[in-house]
Nanobody, 117 residues
């Protein structure tokens, strides 16, 4: 069973930046499209960015131009660089296969991002 461990969250002021990491226990990124999801309090989990096995990327409109997804296949790690953070970016961030559907990996615990002044 693949394990996913997210890290890098924290408290940041509006306009600030954070870099999230998602480490996998196995070499999966070269054969799977992976995504970063987030779940804000009282809201459903949403996909905000994805990266294909060959490195193509796509973003939700709400984060386009501010977030950048990347990966290092050799390190079994996917990253999410988040710039110009807004209050509404506050959420727990998770990584997993994308888009959401059958065959998802076991969800990790996520990493909490809090944007607050």
């Amino acid at each position: 069973q693949v394990q996913l461990v997210e890290s890098g969250g924290g408290l940041v002021q509006p306009g600030g930046s954070l870099r999230l990491s998602c480490a996998a226990s196995e070499s999966i990124f070269s054969i799977n499209t992976m995504g970063w999801y987030r779940q804000a309090p009282g809201k459903e989990r949403e996909l905000v960015a994805l990266i294909t096995s060959v490195g193509d990327t796509n973003y939700a409109m709400s984060v386009e131009g501010r977030f950048t997804i990347s990966k290092d296949n050799a390190r079994n790690t996917v990253y999410l660089q988040m710039n110009s953070l807004k209050l509404e970016d506050t959420a727990v961030y998770f990584c997993n296969k994308a888009p959401y559907g059958p065959g998802m990996f076991l969800w990790g615990k996520g990493t909490l991002v809090t944007v607050s002044s």
